[in-house]
């Protein structure tokens, strides 16, 4: 038995056939008790459920609506799973569009050339019946999904598409099928027989549902891709021995041997040997990376020079990989806010429809020409047909998985549709300094004594302070102390002060480093050294101000480099017409030089890690739409109270967790990259929607027959069976147009 567990699950839907039985099947699983969330995405008939609750009452939950489901537990195996029932599913829908197409063809060539008897004749009437009762054999093998579909949301007091087919081609039927069996309970116009239609709906509907599916399993390339990437076996050493083995068995602690032109199987640390690896799976960078012992490497890389060995670090769904197409999954499934009208819509679009047909068909019964019984299944079959909201329902699902896929592809992870719509909508972009626009990998620069005190006195006293401490302005002072060979003394009583430096006591002295803010509100001058401070900040160096039992000692200066690309990156951010702001806790003139070295006219200096995020608030009550990028435990604030978070993949686990958006590559061209991305989806979703509602509010009252009374024409129900099929087609393919999308092209 299945027992219940606080997690996120994954199923697989059966049944769906448009977009209002997403409605439906959501609705069901959210009133499953222990459910929390559920998301189903119509694209590729899925639902995710978190919430402490069993597949099995999931299960259970969609059955009760008409429907089936499956939980997909194994990735890989889910993922070849539903492209083998997809390709089946494919061929089953052509050949049931070749079946009903035999049949259609030589019927509807046959009653545009005049071929086919009357019925009024006796020879008529048998063809007819005998035609009718063939009908009924094609309808039943090629459509009969349609009516055990229909049969079952009825049972349910639930419709969807399937209704409405079943509903048309049904009537169809049995007016023909009334007319063939008694010809004279009709006047003499309305004797005709609409068999033809009835079946040549239900192929054109097959063969429109069987070229959607075939564009639409192009959609998860991107999965299939992430997935491919991971070897099935390892190599393994115990002792003196080496076997192959599959790494679902890996354990954690595992030696594994990689050979040259091998796949990292799992994440791990290098133990042995050296190499160079190609990383560009995970961050979408071209050259290979150095690898020596004591570095990690991560599943799915390629290593490309020596061997080495490595031991397991992460293995299973814990892999950088796994999360990463946990993350992607996920993403696909989301719902921006663009998505919700069309699904509201959707959810109610089938009982209109129903009620529009009924209207319709009152309509011309009361006050049509004669024969009014035809006119009145034509047109009521009409609206029927070509109502079905599939293309509605795909509009934006289908594009969210295409955009989704493509960010993966360029090292960008995407955590919901909502971030995804919110990244295109961007005005300014708030950067951090260190880390983001910087390499974070700062170097002691010079080192300036207060009188009274001796360079190395105060470099290594400011060494061991900074032991204590992980910001990367510490373990720079420690590193250069180290490289001069001076002995770091022990630090007692340390404390990290947020956005100022730090405390606590070497060699029995208490000691201060930081900025001129720390030792001002503790009541230390640092005018002396003032100057000169300012003179090396304007350079873009960092200046940390040291003091010794409440005098100041000297000061310590560390640069941080700007990354290579930076400049470039920021001046194709300009190019999207975004405003650009630094935002740091470091030194004004530091940041102002930092800020003029890549472009960037707007800066925020000497900010406390609780104050920027006062800093994202005050842009957004400007009426910008902010986007904060990041990479450290003081940026996350900021990174939640954006409108979209930014994080730098090579950042803390803090970080990413309060963004929505990941960069694994570390460079800011990601930044741009994702909001071309965005802004390509965002407008091929409008294109979707737009098309969609095109249709459906045009058509429709075509189909209920608007343009008669002018025009004397009425609109073939073959004509709205083909156009039906072909507007989810034409969504679907539209949304494959950003499979070929470059970021720094535009999408015509």
């Not at 309970?185 to 063969?207: D, G, K, M, R, W």
């Not at 990292?264 to 160079?276: H, K, M, N, R």
């Amino acid at each position: 038995m299945t027992t219940a567990l606080s997690s996120r699950r994954q199923l697989a839907i059966t049944g769906m056939s448009c977009a209002g039985c997403v409605a439906a099947v959501e609705a069901a699983l959210r009133s499953a008790p222990g459910v929390a969330e559920a998301r189903v995405n119509f694209a590729d008939r899925t639902a995710q459920v978190t919430g402490n609750v069993s597949a099995a009452t999931l299960i259970h939950a969609v059955r009760a609506a008409g429907y089936d489901a499956a939980e997909l537990r194994d990735e890989a195996s889910a993922e070849a799973e539903r492209e083998v029932a997809e390709q089946a599913h494919y061929r089953r829908l052509i050949r049931n569009a070749v079946v009903a197409g035999a049949l259609a063809a030589p019927l509807m060539v046959g009653e545009m050339a005049g071929w086919l008897p009357a019925l009024a004749t006796p020879a008529g009437q048998t063809f007819w019946i005998a035609a009718g009762l063939l009908t009924l054999v094609a309808m039943v093998y090629s459509g009969g999904h349609f009516f055990t579909g229909a049969w079952r949301q009825f049972r349910h007091h639930n419709a969807n598409m399937d209704t409405l087919i079943a509903l048309g081609t049904g009537a169809a039927w049995f007016y023909s099928m009334l007319v063939a069996l008694f010809p004279a309970s009709v006047p003499s116009l309305a004797q005709h027989a609409y068999f033809e239609a009835a079946v040549t709906i239900i192929a054109l509907v097959n063969l429109g549902s069987a070229l959607e599916s075939r564009a639409r399993g192009k959609i998860s390339a991107a999965i299939r891709r992430l997935l491919g990437l991971q070897p099935k076996t390892a190599r393994i050493i115990e002792g003196d021995q080496e076997r192959d083995v599959p790494i679902t068995t890996l354990g954690v602690g595992a030696l594994i041997r990689v050979r040259p032109g091998e796949k990292v199987p799992v994440d791990g640390e290098l133990i042995a040997g050296q190499s160079t690896v190609d990383e560009a799976m995970l961050t979408g960078e071209p050259l290979p990376v150095s690898k020596r012992v004591g570095d990690p490497v991560t599943g799915g890389t390629v290593n490309q020079g020596g061997s080495f060995v490595f031991r397991a670090t992460r293995v299973g769904a814990d892999t950088v990989l796994a999360h990463i197409i946990a993350s992607v999954r996920q993403a696909q499934n989301s719902k921006p806010p663009i998505g919700r009208l069309a699904d509201r819509v959707a959810a109610i679009f089938v009982p209109s429809v129903l009620i529009v047909a009924v209207l319709t068909a009152l309509a011309w019964f009361n006050f049509g020409p004669e024969p009014r019984a035809g006119f009145m299944l034509v047109t009521t079959l009409t609206v029927l047909i070509i109502a079905c909201p599939c293309a509605l329902g795909l509009a934006t699902p289908i594009s969210i998985m295409v955009g989704v896929g493509k960010a993966a592809e360029y090292g960008i992870l995407i955590r919901d549709g909502a971030a995804l719509q919110r990244a295109g909508q961007l005005t300014v972009i708030v950067l951090d300094k260190t880390g983001t626009v910087t390499t974070g990998q700062p170097t002691v620069t010079a080192v300036v004594t207060a009188p009274g005190f001796e360079e190395s006195e105060v470099f290594r006293l400011a060494a061991g302070l900074e032991a204590g401490s992980e910001h990367p302005l510490a373990q720079a002072i420690l590193n250069a102390a180290r490289a001069r060979g001076l002995a770091i003394p022990a630090v007692e009583q340390f404390a990290a002060i947020a956005g100022q430096g730090a405390s606590g006591a070497v060699d029995g002295r208490a000691l201060l480093a930081g900025n001129r803010r720390l030792l001002e509100e503790r009541g230390i001058d640092a005018a002396l050294l003032h100057a000169e401070a300012e003179r090396l900040a304007a350079q873009g160096q960092t200046p940390v101000f040291v003091a010794v039992e409440g005098r100041l000692a000297g000061l310590v200066t560390v640069a941080d480099p700007l990354k290579s690309d930076s400049a470039a990156a920021i001046a194709r951010l300009r190019g999207l017409g975004l405003r650009l702001v630094l935002l740091t806790g470091d030194h004004a003139a530091t940041a102002r030089a930092i800020a003029a070295q890549v472009g960037i006219d707007t800066v925020f200096a000497e900010v406390l890690p609780t104050a920027k995020a006062d800093v994202i608030a005050g842009l957004q009550a400007g009426g910008a739409v902010v986007g904060m990028v990041g990479d450290g435990i003081n940026d996350a604030p900021a990174l939640a109270r954006a409108d979209v978070g930014l994080a730098m993949g090579t950042g803390t686990d803090i970080a990413i967790e309060s963004a929505g958006v990941t960069l694994a590559r570390g460079s800011l061209h990601g930044i741009a990259d994702a909001i071309a991305i965005s802004r390509a989806t965002l407008g091929n979703i409008r294109q979707n929607l737009l098309g969609a509602f095109l249709y459906n509010t045009l058509g429709i009252p075509l189909a209920a027959g608007a343009l008669y009374p002018m025009t004397g024409l009425l609109l073939d129900p073959m004509l709205a069976g083909a156009a039906m099929a072909l507007s989810s087609f034409t969504v679907v393919s539209n949304a494959n147009r950003l499979r070929g999308f470059r970021p720094q092209e535009k999408l015509t």
